[in-house]
C-alpha cells in the first residue's frame, strides 16, 4: 500500500506535478515517484470521461503507471499489470478496473514507444 499521500499542483491544463514523493509498497515492490514528477493521471480520451473520469480510486495507481512508464524499470506489460493490481488494492470495482487495464494494453504503445524512442536518442547524443 502507500507509504504517502499525493500532493500535486497544477502543472498545466491537463498535468499535475508531485509536490511531495509518492511511495507505494508491495508485497515484491516498492516504487518511489519523485516530487517534481508530471502526471496527467488516468489518460483517458476526453469523450470516455463520463464513464470514466481522470481520477477515481485508481489515480494513485495511474501516477505509479505514468511514472513506470517513464523510468521503464519493468516491461510495459508489467507496468500494465503492476497498475491493474494497485487499482485493485485502492479499491478500483472489477469493471473499470478491467476497461482501465484494456485501455493501456491497447493504448499504452504509444506512449512507451516514445518514451524509449527518447530514451535512446538521448543515450546517442552523449559523448
Known amino acids: 500500500m502507500f507509504e504517502t499521500e499525493l500532493v500535486v499542483r497544477e502543472a498545466g491544463v491537463t498535468y499535475w506535478e508531485l509536490v511531495e514523493p509518492l511511495i507505494y509498497r508491495g508485497a515484491e515492490d516498492r516504487f ?22 481522470r481520477t477515481g480510486r485508481y489515480t494513485k495507481a ?41 485501455g493501456v494494453r491497447l493504448g499504452g504503445w504509444h506512449r512507451w514507444n516514445k518514451v524509449l524512442s527518447e530514451r535512446r536518442e538521448a543515450t546517442s547524443a552523449s559523448p
Not at 33 to 40: E, P
Not at 69 to 97: H, W
Open 62 to 102: 495511474a501516477v505509479v503507471h505514468d511514472w513506470l512508464y517513464a523510468v521503464q524499470l519493468t516491461t510495459r506489460k508489467d507496468a500494465d499489470g503492476i497498475f491493474r493490481r494497485i487499482a485493485r488494492e485502492l479499491g478500483a470495482n472489477r469493471v473499470r478496473r478491467w476497461a482501465l487495464y484494456r
Open 32 to 53: 518511489e515517484v519523485a516530487a517534481g514528477f508530471r502526471t496527467d493521471f488516468a489518460s483517458v480520451p476526453r469523450p470516455i470521461w463520463p464513464l470514466i473520469p
